[in-house]
Nanobody
Framework: QLQASGGGLVQAGGSLRLSCAASVTGFRIKSMGWYSQRPGKEREVVATITSDDGTTAYADSAAGRFTISNSITKNTVFLQMASLRPEDTAVYYC???????????????WGQGTLVTVSS
């Protein structure tokens, strides 16, 4: 299970920090990420981070403004959002890809989503 928090209403140019805690007893998290979905649009990747070495990747729209990080235990992922724009308004979902020890099949888990609204 993934529990996301931190969304809200912010003015353009402001900042928000999203958090997502994973409960994955018996699984090893390979990577976590944040995705956004605007009304009428498909869900899109915003940023991802691997658990093994902390490699990060960003959508072009997020690079330079957003920073993804994870906790020491690797079970919590954060998205620090800065210089927010009205077009960043969306529901943000966290995602975790995990495996059972010794197995290769990846489980894809989604959080419940948290709304970020950026006013102009």
């Amino acid at each position: 299970q993934l529990q996301a928090s931190g969304g809200g209403l912010v003015q353009a140019g402001g900042s928000l920090r999203l958090s997502c805690a994973a409960s994955v007893t018996g699984f090893r998290i390979k990577s976590m990420g944040w995705y956004s979905q605007r009304p009428g649009k498909e869900r899109e990747v915003v940023a991802t981070i691997t658990s093994d070495d902390g490699t990060t990747a960003y959508a072009d729209s997020a690079a330079g403004r957003f920073t993804i990080s994870n906790s020491i235990t690797k079970n919590t992922v954060f998205l620090q959002m800065a210089s927010l724009r009205p077009e960043d308004t969306a529901v943000y979902y966290c995602n975790a890809r995990s495996v059972r020890p010794g197995r290769s099949y990846e489980y894809n888990t989604w959080g419940q989503g948290t709304l970020v609204t950026v006013s102009s």
